[in-house]
């Protein structure tokens, strides 16, 4: 922002035994990150340490320009990210006396950790991953948004300190090799993805969102600086007063959002929450371009709605359709950019979505992603009430009834008899105090997952418990808040930065060089939201009721009124054409053969086959039968791609950085020294 | 009675925990035990219905019939007990 491109990656080293920081390292970890940033490559040394960065171009190369340095040289920022309120921040450090040379947000994030240290961050309302290396006191301070938009990534090596936007980029460094971790697998196994710091990499990290890490003296320290709160409820406004203060919020959010010097686009998936944040900035942008991800099979697909909502904004609209063949032929680059196994092909459609916005000439969208987590909107939510409801009279058909009517969009739930429906989600009065109670048929169906398993790895995830990690994780206050405020807790603070922020954000969207912003995320409107009673989220089933209310008339009245769909892909049925009773793609087969699974080491040939042939017959329908495929499917793909360091390929895109500065760290001057290809 | 029940340990092995060496007894909920969930029912009824040469009735569809292996034979037995005398 400012002049300041908005997509890049960054990546940093640290020495720890005195030795200089290599610069050849810090090039290929750059150059594994060239697809976040094509155009340009910086670096920047001080002896022992190194900073990096990756950028898609230039548009104000002096302003631009990255790692940046102060003028006395003391402070080097590596940023990826926005600082969106970087106006009024600019502002305020000018009256406590600091000179500013450039119109970034960068410089901001400079001036502002001189004048407040760590605690920067909180003044600080956007998305993030930042490096800075403090010389004057040797320490390396890093940090991450508040909600998890922005990835980062570090590894302890013997003698030295690495960080990234990405796992490849730290993969790229001569010194670490790709190994699965058992911790963060089995995680995955359970919660659909790994808990931060946990990574499925084994001695790889991920700072955690709303965490800042520093290094001093060979010592990390890693702390967190913000955290969600369900304490206080804002009961004593009034239902009219927090709806008016929400949309307040939420007008705000998306006004902030709106500051780029390249044109911003928006995302519509047909429901609720992007048909709001669409309509919040269509007044202040003339000529608005909207894309959608729309399906050949009407199962998935959301077009009417679509077009019902760009007819009534009057947008410049684009779709991309997907369908089964497309998801498998990309499948192995979405794996490439997610670098964890997804029991989902969901992330597939947006990656294909961002390439159309890059076609579009776009870098910057606008989504309604966070509203159902903030807002409580998930069938998660209405599932977990219900459930409560049933438990506290369990011999009641009429209430049991309510399940069937919960998921509509599922034909095999309809016939069922009360108390098969009972046993599948888990009424049990005995259960209602227990702390994860909104998620334990999830977890509990995903562990099933581990069936396929190879004897050894079986062995290996048994000395795990996804739930005890989690437990050490949560807030002191947890156990204390209403059960609503506990799951919106749970799928905000695992599940939204592990997958939906990650597989289906930021790695979609940066595959194609594309920036999500978020207003529901903005931190005010999820700490305003946190604050809202639960009945006010969730009027009997009426989900997302507040928002409904606040924003509602902005958009038709068919948007607000239409059942809730979630968002789906096709999952097996985008690998196999049942009725050729063969995999669509040649390395579907390939990844799945007794060799190939064999030589993976973490499945059963047997399983595999198994699963494999109900696949090819089209008799995968479930949900648990649907992720075992993807599972295996993918963390072979990740295995294969990622042992044999097919994700970096550093050093052919070191050659093709086009443009490339290097500014030697502690400079006093910002002007560039040109890089020499190595 | 024991050929059936051996042969339905197969299918639920086979198509459910792909060939996991899951302990189960017979009297066990399949629900329960995380075996079969709402589509696996689907399932089971179609390896019934194709298998055992019997048509269920949507009233039938409960556990008391099919949430077990002890279940599940006595109940096979008592559908083709029907269909034999009728």
Known sequence: ?678 | MDDIAQQLRQFITENFLFGAEAAFADDDSLVGAGIIDSTGVLELIAHLEGEYDIALDDTELVPENLDSISNLVRFIDAKRAAVAVS
């Open chain 1, 1 to 678: 922002m400012g002049g300041v491109d908005h997509v890049c990656g960054i990546a940093g080293i640290v020495q720890l035994d005195g030795a200089p920081a290599s610069l050849h390292a810090l090039r290929q970890m750059v150059a594994a990150l060239r697809h976040r940033g094509p155009d340009a490559a910086g670096v920047a040394a001080d002896g022992a340490a190194g900073l990096g960065h990756a950028r898609l171009s230039i548009l104000d190369p002096v302003g631009g320009r990255q790692p940046m340095t102060t003028r006395d040289g003391l402070l080097t920022v590596t940023f990826n990210g926005e600082i969106f309120n970087y106006i009024e921040l600019r502002e305020d450090l000018k009256a406590r006396g600091h000179h500013f040379r450039t119109r970034s947000d960068t410089e901001v994030v400079l001036h502002a950790y001189r004048q407040y240290g760590e605690r920067c961050v909180e003044h600080f309302n956007g998305q993030w991953a930042l490096g800075i290396w403090d010389r004057a006191r040797r320490r390396l301070f890093l940090s991450r948004d508040r909600m998890g938009i922005r990835p980062l990534y570090y590894t302890q090596l013997r003698r030295g300190f690495l960080f990234a936007s990405e796992v490849k980029a730290l993969l790229a460094h001569p010194e670490l090799s790709c190994k699965l971790d058992p911790q963060g697998f089995n995680q995955v196994l359970t919660f659909w993805c790994p808990l931060a710091p946990a990574t499925v990499f084994r001695g790889i990290g991920e700072l955690p969102p709303g965490h800042n890490l520093v290094l001093e003296d060979g010592r990390v320290t890693v702390s967190r600086y913000w955290q969600l709160d369900y304490s206080d409820e804002a009961e004593s406004l009034g239902l009219d007063a927090c709806a008016e203060r929400l949309l307040e919020l939420l007008s705000d959010a998306a006004r902030l959002r709106l500051r780029s010097d390249v044109p911003v686009g928006a995302y519509l998936s047909g429901g609720l929450d992007s048909s709001i944040t669409t309509a919040l900035i269509r007044s202040q942008t003339p000529r608005l371009k909207t894309f959608s991800v729309t399906f050949d099979d009407a199962e998935f697909d959301e077009s009417r709605y679509q077009q019902q909502l760009v007819d009534h904004l009057g947008t410049d609209h684009a779709a991309v359709c997907c369908d089964a063949a497309q998801i498998a032929r990309v499948f192995p680059e979405v794996i490439r950019h997610a670098e964890r196994p997804l029991l989902r092909s969901a992330p597939a459609p947006l990656y294909l979505l961002s390439h159309l916005v890059r076609s579009s000439g776009l870098k910057v969208v606008l989504t309604g992603e966070g509203a159902d987590e903030v807002l409580g909107g998930y069938d998660l939510f209405k599932e977990d009430k219900v459930r409560r409801f049933c438990a506290a009279q369990p011999d009641s058909a009429a209430r049991t009834a309510l399940f069937a009517r919960l998921y509509p969009y599922m034909p095999n739930l309809q016939s069922q008899s009360a108390e098969y429906l009972r046993r599948f989600f888990r009424v049990r009065p005995d259960e209602l105090g227990h702390r994860f109670h909104s998620h334990l048929p999830r977890w509990e169906l995903t562990l099933q997952l581990k069936r396929l398993l190879s004897p050894e790895w079986s062995a290996e995830l048994d000395r795990y418990d996804a739930e005890a990690d989690l437990a050490a994780t949560l807030p002191r206050r947890y156990d204390a808040w209403r059960p609503f405020c506990r799951a919106q807790f749970l799928e905000t603070a695992l599940l939204m930065p592990g997958y939906i922020l990650s597989s289906q954000g930021d790695r979609m969207a940066m595959a194609h060089g594309v920036e999500g912003r978020f207003p529901f995320l903005d931190h005010r409107v999820v700490e305003f939201a946190a604050t809202i009673p639960p009945r006010w989220k969730m009027r009997g089933l009426c989900e997302k009721f507040i928002l409904k209310r606040a924003a509602g008339h902005l958009v038709p009245k068919s948007i607000v009124d239409r059942p809730k769909q979630p968002y789906r892909a096709p999952d097996a049925a985008s690998f196999f054409d049942t009725h050729r009773k063969a995999a669509r793609a040649p390395y579907v087969d390939e990844l799945l053969s007794p060799d190939c699974i064999r030589a993976g080491g973490v499945f059963r040939p047997e399983a595999v086959e198994l699963l494999e042939g109900k696949a090819r017959a089209g008799r995968i329908i479930g949900t648990r039968d649907n992720m075992a495929l993807l599972a295996v499917l993918s963390t072979q793909l990740l295995l294969k791609q990622f042992r044999r360091g097919e994700a970096g390929t550093a050093s052919r895109a070191v050659q093709e950085t086009r443009i490339a500065i290097q500014v030697p760290l502690g400079s006093r001057d910002l002007h560039a020294i040109p890089e020499t290809n190595p």
